[in-house]
């Protein structure tokens, strides 16, 4: 079954504390993008992917970190998370780009206190 | 900062009832893709949208690339109880924007108790 999977779907942890949200899609797909969700705001870019060691910002990577050493695994990596990260995160993946058909992962709600 | 207005925010249905929503923006976009979100996954691809005037349909869905690059309407006739989510407009700024996909704020759709 083509899916995005990502770990961990359910997250609290404290301030400062170094984390990584997984990302693993198995459609051998080259674009791969991260995502956040906040009310009002929609969805809004972190960074993407267009391939193995190719990754630009988005709209919002200041915070963030990520890689991508494989073609199917994407991960965000929050160095010294703070609470203006506490949001809804989704991983995406599309066979070249954001304008093919994206398949979203199912969401991971990240709290940080 | 968010460069797509969605409108509504927020609407009721009633079942039966044709419903629209629109995306606007100061800034000319190059593709216009409409998303919807049921609750706990992510958003699902409905309608991609790349010349300006373009009309088209998606089963009870239809939306149009407005002729000014610069706004898109989605039309959902007849709708039914599963049409309950929440819709997003996302597009691609220019082709200097390469990879980035700007997403709206959002249209909650809910159904009138």
Same mark, same amino acid.
């Given at each position: 079954?083509?899916?995005?999977?990502?770990?961990?779907?359910?997250? /609290?942890?404290?301030?400062?504390?170094?984390?990584?949200?997984?990302?693993?899609?198995?459609?051998?797909?080259?674009?791969?993008?991260?995502?956040?969700?906040?009310?009002?705001?929609?969805?809004?870019? /972190?960074?993407?992917?267009?391939?193995?060691?190719?990754?630009?910002?988005?709209?919002?990577?200041?915070?963030?970190?990520?890689?991508?050493?494989?073609?199917?695994?994407?991960?965000? /990596?929050?160095?010294?998370?703070?609470?203006?990260?506490?949001?809804?995160?989704?991983?995406?993946?599309?066979?070249?780009?954001?304008?093919?058909? /994206?398949?979203?992962?199912?969401?991971?709600?990240?709290?940080?206190? | 900062?968010?460069?797509?207005?969605?409108?509504?925010?927020?609407?009721?249905?009633?079942?039966?009832?044709?419903?629209?929503?629109?995306?606007?923006?100061?800034?000319?976009?190059?593709?216009?893709?409409?998303?919807?979100?049921?609750?706990?996954?992510?958003?699902?691809?409905?309608?991609?949208?790349?010349?300006?005037?373009?009309?088209?349909?998606?089963?009870?869905?239809?939306?149009?690339?407005?002729?000014?690059?610069?706004?898109?309407?989605?039309?959902?006739?007849?709708?039914?109880?599963?049409?309950?989510?929440?819709?997003?407009?996302?597009?691609?700024?220019?082709?200097?924007?390469?990879?980035?996909?700007?997403?709206?704020?959002?249209?909650?759709?809910?159904?009138?108790?």
């Amino acid at each position: 079954e083509a899916q995005v999977t990502q770990n961990p779907r359910y997250l /609290i942890t404290v301030t400062g504390k170094k984390l990584t949200v997984t990302c693993s899609q198995n459609m051998n797909h080259e674009y791969m993008s991260w995502y956040r969700q906040d009310p009002g705001l929609g969805l809004r870019q /972190i960074y993407y992917s267009m391939n193995v060691e190719v990754t630009d910002k988005g709209d919002v990577p200041e915070g963030y970190k990520v890689s991508r050493k494989e073609k199917r695994n994407f991960p965000l /990596i929050l160095e010294s998370p703070s609470p203006n990260q506490t949001s809804l995160y989704f991983c995406a993946s599309s066979p070249r780009g954001p304008l093919n058909t /994206i398949y979203f992962g199912e969401g991971s709600w990240l709290t940080v206190v | 900062g968010q460069q797509l207005n969605q409108s509504p925010q927020s609407m009721f249905i009633q079942e039966g009832e044709d419903v629209s929503m629109n995306c606007t923006s100061s800034s000319i976009f190059n593709t216009w893709l409409w998303y919807k979100q049921d609750p706990g996954e992510g958003p699902v691809l409905l309608i991609a949208l790349y010349k300006a005037g373009e009309l088209t349909s998606n089963g009870r869905l239809t939306a149009q690339f407005g002729i000014t690059r610069k706004d898109s309407f989605l039309n959902i006739s007849a709708s039914i109880p599963s049409d309950v989510g929440i819709y997003f407009c996302a597009g691609q700024l220019s082709k200097a924007a390469g990879n980035k996909l700007t997403f709206g704020g959002g249209t909650r759709v809910l159904v009138k108790p």
